[in-house]
């Protein structure tokens, strides 16, 4: 008897979905100031889907996850940005707490390579 030639199943590069962990979207839902009703009714789904993913009985979808932090006013995970987040009045804020403006940040480049000639010349001059 003669086995059928079957294609070898490869394992993806990548997970094709990716998972929240249950205990920082209840944080980021809090941060938000979503109730667990005002979360359902915004994510679309029942009171028992919400309590199963906050307790870890059932994997979070990312979306969700993202839809949650966004409404938190919190960047949306990016690796090297956990922490920051959005004010309400659009100031980019840092994880200790630190608020920068957009007219702040708009010249950050000239300040920085005012700086990096400033220590160029120090160094010349001192050589």
């Given amino acids: 008897m003669t086995e059928k030639h079957r294609r070898k199943k490869r394992p993806r590069r990548h997970p094709h979905f990716v998972w929240a962990d249950p205990e920082r979207f209840y944080f980021e839902r809090v941060a938000a100031g979503l109730t667990q009703d005002q ?3 915004y994510l679309g789904v029942t009171r028992r889907t919400l309590y199963n993913w906050e307790h870890g009985l059932t994997r979070i979808p990312y979306p969700a996850f993202k ?3 966004m409404r938190a006013g919190a960047i949306v995970h990016v690796p090297g940005w956990d922490g920051w987040r959005y004010a309400r009045d659009g100031a ?3 994880p200790d707490g630190r ?3 957009a007219w702040e940040l708009q010249h950050l480049q000239l300040v920085v ?3 990096r000639r ?3 010349s120090r160094q010349g001059g001192a050589a």
């Fill in 39 to 41: 979360a359902c009714e």
């Fill in 67 to 69: 839809l949650v932090r």
């Fill in 92 to 94: 980019l804020v840092t």
């Fill in 99 to 101: 608020t920068f403006h």
């Fill in 113 to 115: 390579s005012l700086a």
């Fill in 118 to 120: 400033y220590r160029e």
